[in-house]
């Protein structure tokens, strides 16, 4: 699912059907061109694809990315069409349903209101991979580093974004043969896998943010001790006071019975 906390200018750019291409190629045709349109790294726009709308497929024993995936209600939904995928987001948004995520690149319409003119361009694989691909342009040019660009791509949250960076680096790191990480299409080259990642440090700015939410953590983490201390401390209390007061009963009534 497309980030929300950062925003990032996009230019709308002619959406181009690909009518050659079968719907298990679409998404990844479309990753190949914007990548290089972009200057983003060979196969990580299509990796991010697999990562957010693949589904596995048993005719070309491969997981591809399906053009036609809506999530919702934290269930994915692979429609065997365009129309049928537009008429489950419309079923959707009829029950007051907000948060979707739709097409290739999961682009989430609530926090991307603005991305696409109308759902038929949502799900059109052209303008759904175009808006990802400057989407995710955009992030590299806040963070200096693609890693971290393509991991802030699903979320800011930090604990999200680095469970996503791992999930999407075994795909992109796989060899170009590996089950279920290339596309299936006879129609398409394989994709190649991308060169083992470097460690590439962040800009100022990303480090920054990772120093404030881990100083932020550490400060919740010691928040949660005194709390817990105090409770502690005042549970002995209690039952101290408990036991003088019990004791003091005790001895009262000792001393009633001897008289």
């Known amino acids: 699912m497309v980030g929300v906390s950062t925003a990032v200018a996009v230019l709308a750019l002619p959406a181009q059907a690909v009518p050659t291409v079968a719907n298990e190629g679409l998404c990844a045709a479309e990753a190949a ?9 060979t196969a990580l726009l299509h990796s991010i694809s697999i990562v957010e709308s693949g589904r596995y497929d048993s005719q070309h024993k491969a997981v591809i990315a399906w053009p036609w995936t809506v999530m919702a209600e934290g269930q994915g ?6 129309a049928e995928a537009i008429a489950e987001v419309k079923r959707l948004k009829a029950r007051g349903v907000q948060n979707i995520d739709v097409g290739c690149m999961q682009v989430n319409l609530r926090h991307h209101p603005t991305a696409f003119a109308n759902l038929e361009e949502a799900f059109d694989p052209a303008a759904n991979v175009a ?21 802030y791509y699903h979320s800011q949250t930090p604990h999200l974004a680095a469970a996503y960076r791992e999930r999407l680096m075994k795909v992109w790191n796989a060899p170009p043969n590996a089950a279920g990480t290339q596309v299936a299409s006879a129609r398409i080259k394989p ?18 943010l990772r120093k404030t939410w881990r100083e932020n953590a550490q400060a919740a983490r010691d928040e949660a001790s005194r709390i817990a201390e105090a409770y502690r401390k005042a549970r002995v209390a209690e039952y101290q006071l408990r ?12 001393t009633a019975n001897r008289y």
């Open 33 to 41: 061109t914007q990548e290089r349109l972009y200057g983003i790294p």
């Open 131 to 151: 808006y990802a691909a400057r989407f995710l342009k955009g992030l590299f040019g806040a963070t200096g580093h693609w890693p971290t660009a393509a991991s």
């Open 191 to 208: 994709v190649p896998s991308a060169p083992p990642l470097r460690q590439v440090p962040g800009n100022a700015r990303v480090e920054e």
């Open 77 to 82: 939904r692979y429609l065997p069409s365009k």
């Open 243 to 254: 036991r003088v007061k019990f004791q003091e009963a005790r001895n009262s009534l000792n």
